[in-house]
């Protein structure tokens, strides 16, 4: 009998990962500040990347407090709070 | 063919390579990166957004950011689907990631890009010259202020990097006969 072709022999569901879906609380509220420079301005998604010391890329959104996007450029240092866990900016406020 | 109703819109859409001289050749060059996140997730050489009713949006070569069905992918190529579920991410955040990628269709795919990225590994996305994982990263921090190329590790996302990223969560896929 003429095998089926391959892809219905094999589910194909895998993960190079095995972390789950967390359903727990977390430290959400935990922050730092970091410093941060300019390094790309990406109007077209709304974002300003910033890259502090250590080589962490940081996105400034619409959402970001604290810091007009359109009034920054290349280069420019700007003071970040993010959270600890997930790398996000909470605020941001450029250093004139 | 997948069951969708475990998916949720802005799942994050891992395809194994293809089986072809371009997917041995991305799945080569990211076994070949300085990072250990991307040589684990080696096997993927592409990233999609899911948005709901089977589609998903992204950026291929040839064609740029679009839309299609992911049975176009998964019915001769294995897939994973990730997500990003953190309870500190509001869900009409992630929900907005679906909202946000369709928004960007038609825009043009660069294989200079993704070639420069390879070589530069600090390169930041270029939004006039963007590959499918570019894409998702770009559209990710937009709607969610999370930036999965934050770590120096994950610089720049491949697709690799995606596949076995720690901050996304893997979302057991189900089966069914068609």
Not at chain 1, 16 to 44: C, H, K, M, W, Y
Not at chain 1, 54 to 72: E, I
Not at chain 2, 156 to 174: I, N, Y
Request: charged share 15%.
């Amino acid at each position: 009998m003429a095998e089926p072709p391959m892809y219905l022999q094999t589910n194909y569901a895998f993960s190079v990962n095995s972390r789950r879906e967390q359903t727990g609380s977390e430290d959400a509220g935990e922050t730092r500040r970091v410093s941060t420079v300019v390094v790309a301005l990406i109007p077209e998604y709304h974002q300003v990347k910033v890259r502090d010391g250590d080589g962490h890329l940081y996105a400034l959104t619409r959402k970001t407090q604290g810091v007009d996007l359109a009034a920054l450029h290349e280069g420019q240092q700007v003071v970040c709070t993010v959270t600890r866990k997930l790398p996000r900016v909470l605020t941001a406020t450029a250093v004139v | 063919m997948p069951n969708f109703s475990d998916w949720r819109e802005g799942d994050i859409i891992l395809v194994h390579r293809s089986p072809n001289a371009i997917g041995y050749a991305i799945q080569a060059s990211q076994a070949a990166s300085l990072s250990a996140v991307t040589r684990a997730g080696c096997i993927c050489s592409h990233a999609a957004i899911y948005i709901g009713g089977g589609m998903v949006v992204d950026a291929t070569f040839g064609v740029g950011v679009s839309t299609q069905s992911v049975w176009n992918y998964c019915q001769t190529r294995a897939i994973q689907v990730r997500r990003l579920s953190d309870p500190a991410i509001p869900i009409a955040d992630i929900a907005n990631i679906s909202v946000f990628a369709q928004q960007h269709d038609g825009e043009p795919y660069s294989v200079i890009q993704a070639i420069i990225s390879k070589l530069f590994p600090g390169t930041v996305p270029i939004p006039d010259a963007l590959y499918c994982s570019t894409l998702v990263g770009l559209v990710v921090a937009d709607a969610t202020g999370v930036d999965l190329s934050s770590d120096p590790a994950h610089q720049p996302l491949h697709p690799g990097t995606l596949a076995a990223h720690p901050d996304l969560t893997d979302v057991l896929l189900e089966w069914r006969n068609l």
